[in-house]
């Protein structure tokens, strides 16, 4: 994950990730995402700078999207949903979030049974 990834601001609320969420960037993704579920009064992410992304970062984002959601918080996605996070969705067994359709993904991350 590229270190430029933006902190959600006060006014904005928007955690913005990028680059790659990969395994090895799980522990910096984890401590961003618990961060924003803890302080933030929604969870919502941008993720269209998303390049590559594993099964690990998919674990996290639906982990913090459930935590919001029993936290009493709603969770968006804003935009598109890259092609990167597509992939990785398609080989964890999830069925097709529609092309680039957040709103799907964001309905996910609140699923207690995902897709």
């Known amino acids: 994950m590229e270190k430029d990834g933006q902190e959600p601001s006060a006014e904005d609320h928007c955690l913005v990730l990028s680059g790659a969420l990969l395994l090895r960037e799980a522990e910096d993704l984890h401590a961003r995402l618990l961060h924003a579920v803890q302080v933030q009064p929604r969870l919502e992410l941008d ?3 998303v390049t590559e992304a594993d099964l690990s970062a ?5 982990a913090a999207g459930r935590s919001a ?3 009493g918080k709603p969770v ?3 935009g598109v949903l890259p092609a990167s996070l597509r992939e990785a969705l398609a080989r964890a067994g999830f069925p ?3 092309g680039e359709n957040a709103a799907q993904f964001s309905c996910w991350m609140q699923s207690e049974t995902a897709a």
Do not use: E
């Open 47 to 49: 993720l269209a700078a």
């Open 58 to 62: 998919l674990q996290l984002l639906l």
């Open 69 to 71: 959601k029993r936290s």
């Open 76 to 78: 968006q996605v804003r």
């Open 96 to 98: 097709d979030p529609a």
